[in-house]
Nanobody, 115 residues
Framework: QVQLVESGGGLVQPGGSLRLSCAAS????????MGWYRQAPGKQRELVAA???????NYADSVKGRFTISRDNTKNTVYLQMNSLKPEDTAVYYC?????????WGQGTQVTVSS
């Protein structure tokens, strides 16, 4: 069993900040990559940010310069720092880890950006 527990979502005003966390536990031998995805109602789930085993990162163009993905390997935890939030960032955010034998998803955490 591999379990991912997300936290940090909530309601924030435009221009505000949130930090999402995702802690992985269970039968984890080697993490090849970790990422954050988001999905709004009626829309496809999209990649927001990812960090590879070697440390390289990539971001969706819509969040580049505002969001930062990071990890703490000792805690098997990935973070998403979200700054300058916009209403269009409103979505359910999911973390994902890629292991050698498959990938696993967190339960999702709601992020709402509204006045």
């Amino acid at each position: 069993q591999v379990q991912l527990v997300e936290s940090g979502g909530g309601l924030v005003q435009p221009g505000g900040s949130l930090r999402l966390s995702c802690a992985a536990s269970g039968s984890i031998f080697s993490i090849n990559g970790m990422g954050w995805y988001r999905q709004a109602p009626g829309k496809q789930r999209e990649l927001v940010a990812a960090i590879r085993r070697g440390g390289s990162t990539n971001y969706a163009d819509s969040v580049k310069g505002r969001f930062t993905i990071s990890r703490d390997n000792t805690k098997n935890t990935v973070y998403l720092q979200m700054n300058s939030l916009k209403p269009e960032d409103t979505a359910v955010y999911y973390c994902n880890i890629l292991l050698s034998w498959g990938d696993y998803w967190g339960q999702g955490t709601q992020v709402t950006v509204s006045s």
